[in-house]
Antibody, heavy 117, light 107 residues
């Protein structure tokens, strides 16, 4: 069974940085493109970033490009999201998900990032 | 591509049928999925390819449509089904586009 567990969410001041992690198990980590998505409290879903299975290609949403960096470590079966220059509008639950043929097959339970002074 | 879901809120009694709509601003062919999000939980894949149920999804969930008009039908609502449902087109990938969601609540 696919299991994705996010961690690293916290309260951070505007302009600050945070690194999220997603621990994966139950599937062949190296065979999947992985994504980060987010959801502001009470709002809809927003895609954030993806990284291909070999880590060679990454892509970002317009709202985070240049501030966030996605990475993965196959030795640790883990996905990461380095978030810099955080803004109040980055406040959200952040989910990791694995991709299966262009849809999000399994999701983690999410971790909450709050950007506030 | 803009995805528009209707209605925003659907009030249904347990055991009744629920019909949720999703409209695309241009054709997405069959590249359409549905996700369920129960309160306080992560989204869960229900349907992909317009009508294929994901692993473990009960048969009371069915998807249909093509081009720009899509429907998710829940044939007989159970207590676990009261949730928010999102459609997602993945014709333009990455990352596709989500609809704004339809909340299915108890009538």
């Amino acid at each position: 069974e696919v299991h994705l567990v996010e961690s690293g969410g916290a309260v951070v001041q505007p302009g600050g940085s945070l690194r999220l992690s997603c621990a994966a198990s139950g599937f062949s980590f190296d065979e999947y493109t992985l994504h980060w998505l987010r959801q502001a409290p009470g709002k809809g879903l927003e895609w954030v970033s993806l990284i291909t299975r070999d880590g060679e290609y990454t892509s970002y949403g317009d709202s985070v490009r240049g501030r966030f960096t996605i990475s993965r470590d196959s030795r640790k079966n883990s996905l990461y999201l380095q978030m810099n220059s955080l803004r109040s509008e980055d406040t959200a639950f952040y989910f990791c998900a694995n991709e299966q043929s262009k849809f999000f097959e399994s999701w983690g339970q999410g971790t909450l990032v709050t950007v506030s002074s | 591509i803009v995805m528009t879901q209707s209605p925003a809120t659907l009030s249904v009694s347990p055991g009744e049928r629920a019909t949720l709509s999703c409209r695309a601003s241009e054709s997405v062919s069959g590249n359409l999925g549905w996700y369920q999000q129960r309160p306080g939980q992560a989204p869960r894949l229900l349907i992909y390819g317009t009508s294929t149920r994901a692993t473990g999804i009960p048969a009371r969930f069915s998807g249909s449509g093509s081009g720009t008009e899509f429907t998710l039908t829940i044939s007989s609502l159970q207590s676990d089904d009261f949730a928010v449902y999102y459609c997602h087109q993945y014709k333009t990938w990455p990352p596709g586009t989500f609809g704004q969601g339809t909340k299915v609540e108890v009538k």
